[in-house]
């Protein structure tokens, strides 16, 4: 055991609760979880009015332990939120059963779903957003220096926490709760300023993580397997996590920590690994994956669109808030052949992940909504296709309508073809045919036939020019 010194079960204080003898107490501190604390301890039969201790605990109730050493100096070791309290009386002695977390808890109870996007969000930006959801909160960013994000970041079905544990795996780096202080405190990843121990115990023990460094090693961020041996010791030594120590001849860091009264003496067991080691290797949402987002467009391009996502409350409204994400076509081939048919401002659409990574998500096509005229969707036999500027195409069992304003080309099954206009009508080509068993021409007020300098005018008079006229 190292020296210095050495905390007892009599310099443990405990608020508010008072115990006559404390049977267990047990704080877990590890890289990306909250800080867990379990204590149990004989108190007198008459404390608090027998059970009325478990009966006055809510959703807000906290416990806080510290140590006091022999020069009256005060430790402060956990501060949260207690999560479950038991009393159980036998033989009319009554124990006192208490686990809490540290106040980061309070950011893992309501899972929420939004998105982030645009050319111009950092990272710290989605921090700020989140924090700001919470009252007494100290954040300290080691990791993101001003990066800003490559492509649209969304929260989907998350609490908070687990969304920070997301984006701080984008950097490989953990979240690290603050459990000694009242109030939400953590760091997204290590500061390079960490106290150094050197420590020589000679009771521990040694493993190898083989699985973890080949999967790692998938991703990159393993170089060797040795930087893969775990160490593990018991010492009265108080560390943080990642503080860094000097043992066996290597600057290891303190990766999880378990604090437990072991015969009456406080005692610390740590587990050690190198700073190779400890990087996170990136988190995805499983979660994410087949959903798809219900959004309106903003704006179009060439094949990508931008979305304001009902997630969001449609709040965006400026292309600068919003990414250019691809749109899903029926079909496509390299050479521009294929089906074209972008949507418009305004249209609903959504947006789908194809799996957990969001980076992958591209538009597709709505599900049908509440439409003014009804009747245009009344009929599955009848197809149509129609724009927002009068133009459409509809497909009926016995005709196809081009529709365009007040012009329209009907063509029927039963009755052939027929175009309607409120305006001219005109043709031109180099040689127009016109064949039948009978052709009829028709003008309410004249019919008139040109050709060059020669013309025949139908009123209630046939009028014939020409250089040259033969009839018979």
């Known amino acids: 055991m190292t020296s210095g010194y050495v ?21 877990i501190r590890e890289i990306n ?35 006091k050493d022999d020069k009256g100096e005060i430790k402060d070791l956990f501060y949260g939120m207690i999560s479950t309290i038991a009393i159980k009386s036998v033989d009319n002695v009554k124990t006192l059963e208490i686990e809490a977390l540290d106040n980061t808890c309070k950011m893992d109870i309501e899972k929420r779903s939004r998105s982030f996007q645009g050319d111009n969000i950092q990272y710290r930006d989605i921090f700020n957003t989140i924090n700001s959801s919470y009252s007494s ?29 997301r984006l701080a795996s984008h950097f490989n780096a953990g979240v690290i709760p603050e459990c000694r202080l009242d109030g939400i405190k953590y760091s997204m990843g290590r500061g390079e300023a960490s106290s150094l121990y050197s420590l020589d115990e000679f009771n521990y023990s040694v493993t190898k993580g083989i ?13 060797n397997s040795v930087n893969f041996i775990i160490y593990e010791f018991t010492t009265n030594i108080i560390m943080d996590l990642y503080n860094t120590v000097n043992f066996k001849d290597r600057y290891l860091n303190v990766y999880r920590c378990e604090m437990e009264i072991i015969d009456g003496v406080l005692l610390n067991t740590y ?12 988190y995805y ?17 060439s094949d990508v669109v931008k979305i304001s996502l009902k997630i969001d409350g449609y709040s965006n409204t400026a292309d600068s808030n919003s990414e250019w994400v691809p749109y899903s076509t029926i079909f496509s081939s390299p050479d521009g052949t294929g089906w074209y048919c972008m949507p418009e401002e305004g249209d609903a659409i959504r ?7 969001e980076k992958n998500g591209y538009a597709i096509s709505s599900v049908n909504l509440e439409c003014s005229n009804v009747e245009k969707r009344s009929d599955p036999s009848v197809k149509s296709l129609g724009t927002k500027y009068g ?70 008079n046939i009028d014939m020019s020409g250089s040259k006229i033969n009839t018979q």
Not at 351 to 357: A, M
Not at 452 to 460: E, L, P, Q, V, Y
């Open 211 to 223: 699985q973890e460094y080949k999967i790692k090693s998938a991703q990159g961020i393993a170089e």
């Open 285 to 301: 949402n499983n979660k994410i994956s087949g959903v798809s987002l219900e959004g309106k467009i903003l704006s179009c391009k």
């Open 33 to 67: 979880e909250h800080s867990k604390l379990y204590l149990s301890g004989i108190v007198s039969d008459e404390y608090e009015s027998s059970d009325q201790c478990v009966e006055w605990a809510n959703e807000n109730a906290v416990i806080k332990i510290s140590v």
């Open 391 to 460: 133009k459409e195409i509809v497909m009926s069992p016995g005709a196809i309508n081009i529709i365009s304003s007040n012009n329209t080309m009907t063509l029927n099954d039963g009755g052939g073809i027929s175009i309607s206009s409120d305006s001219s009508i005109s043709m031109s080509a180099p040689s127009i045919s016109i064949d039948g068993g009978e052709v009829t021409i028709k003008g309410k007020d004249k019919v008139k036939l040109m050709q060059s300098g020669a013309s025949i005018t139908i009123t209630d």
């Open 351 to 357: 947006l789908y992940f194809p799996d957990s990574d």
């Open 271 to 282: 587990t050690l690994r190198d700073e190779k080691a400890i990087k996170v290797r990136k």
């Open 137 to 165: 909160l100290i954040m300290i960013d080691y990791i993101s220096a001003g990066r800003k994000i490559d492509k649209m970041i969304v929260q989907y079905n998350e609490t908070d926490w687990e969304f920070l544990k």
């Open 7 to 27: 905390y007892t079960q009599g310099d443990i204080l405990i608020e508010p609760y008072k115990f006559e003898k404390i049977l267990k107490l047990k704080i």
